[in-house]
């Protein structure tokens, strides 16, 4: 299957601070890539998907200005956390598909905000 | 719209027990349908896939087949191992959009 890489895998910042997370598509072009949210023992929670070169369509009920998601090329797409509080710390997981075929997922970033 | 319902969990056998774990959807046209696991501080793998109706996806002894007329896909596995323990999710891809399932977490004792 093709690979999607998620960078960091691991991040603890500090209130009120910014933080990016990478998600990549190594061995294809993925023209739709999205951003889910797993809260501990529970499911995937769909963020926002986001098509290249357009703006993300964010799900009902979350902030777009507090999660800001850029996907400028068909192998990248990046979710910042804008000035988190410790109730943003979750896992963050992307996939990302090309031209209708099935999603395939990063290895997931989790965060904490101390 | 698109979703998906999974039995609840969690769920706890001993080892070489049969596993059925039951996963229903609501979508319109064609959708594919997956299983994904998901071990302790990992993102998720895919465990099988069935892209249309009367597939059957299998991998690793697991099975689910893809039932059109019952909108089912659900997962079995004919004798469970401890390292099986994790949390299943039933997915649904249509339409460029995708649906988890609540997930099932699985526990395996010896």
């Known amino acids: 299957g093709a690979v999607v890489s998620q960078h960091p895998s691991r991040v603890i910042c500090k209130s009120g601070t910014s933080v990016k997370i990478e998600c990549r598509s190594l061995?294809?072009?993925?023209?739709?890539m999205f951003w889910y949210r797993q809260f501990p023992k529970q499911s995937l929670m769909l963020m926002a998907t986001?098509?290249?070169?357009?703006?993300?369509?964010?799900e009902q009920g979350v902030e777009k200005d507090k999660f800001l998601i850029n996907h400028a090329s068909l192998t990248l797409s990046t979710l910042t956390v804008t000035s988190a509080h410790p109730e943003d710390s979750s896992f963050y997981i992307c996939?990302?598909?090309?031209?209708?075929?099935?999603?395939?997922f990063g290895q997931g970033t989790r965060l904490t905000v101390v | 719209g698109n979703s998906v319902t999974q039995m609840e969990g969690p769920v706890t056998l001993s080892e070489e027990a049969f596993l059925t774990i039951n996963c229903t959807y609501t979508?319109?046209?064609?959708?594919?349908l997956f299983w994904y696991v998901q071990y302790p501080g990992e993102g998720l793998q895919l465990l099988l896939k069935?892209?249309?109706?009367?597939d059957k996806g299998s991998n690793k002894g697991f099975e689910a087949t893809y039932r059109k007329e019952t909108t089912s896909f659900h997962l079995e596995k004919g004798s469970v191992q401890v390292s099986d323990s994790a949390v299943y999710f039933c997915?649904?891809?249509?339409?460029?959009?995708?649906?988890f399932g609540a997930g099932t977490r699985l526990t395996v004792k010896p």
């Open positions: 986001s098509n290249e070169g357009s703006k993300a369509t964010y």
């Open positions: 061995d294809f072009q993925a023209t739709t």
């Open positions: 979508a319109t046209g064609y959708p594919s």
């Open positions: 997915a649904l891809w249509n339409n460029n959009d995708m649906r």
């Open positions: 069935a892209t249309k109706a009367d």
């Open positions: 996939s990302a598909s090309s031209a209708n075929t099935e999603a395939f």
